[in-house]
């Protein structure tokens, strides 16, 4: 059987870089391609998991359990994001870099404030 990677996954995600996945294709793109991971990201084991759930969901698995593998990655990404920014910026410093890295992760408002409050002292 012929991988159908053109699946829609159950909900569209977005990236760090604004950018929306809606497809396994997609998806699967996204996380082996230099220019929107660092190439030791995809190595990680919450992008190894959601590409065996990929691999599963394009084989006709459950493209619910890749979307989730996708979306948690997603969110570490976006936290290893942060937590590099805030290094970068400072504990208890509240600028323009920790607000980008915020905005682009694609993390609800609720949460992006949690972090910023929790890692910057900031609101």
């Keep these: 059987m012929k991988p159908h990677w053109n699946r829609k996954l159950s909900r569209v995600l977005r990236t760090t870089e604004e950018m929306e996945l809606r497809t396994l294709a ?12 660092p ?43 942060f937590n590099q920014c805030r290094r970068e910026s400072g504990r208890n410093r509240s600028d323009e870099a920790v607000k980008t890295i915020l905005t682009r992760s694609g993390l609800p408002p609720n ?8 890692w910057c002292g900031s609101g």
């Design 111 to 118: 949460i992006s404030r949690t972090y910023r409050q929790h």
């Design 26 to 37: 997609e998806a699967a793109t996204y996380a082996t391609n230099p220019d929107t991971l």
């Design 39 to 81: 190439l030791y990201y995809p190595t990680r084991n919450e992008w190894q998991h959601a590409a065996r759930l990929m691999m599963e969901a394009a084989n006709g698995g459950d493209v619910e359990a890749a979307t989730q593998a996708i979306e948690n990655a997603l969110f570490l990404t976006a936290r290893l994001y």
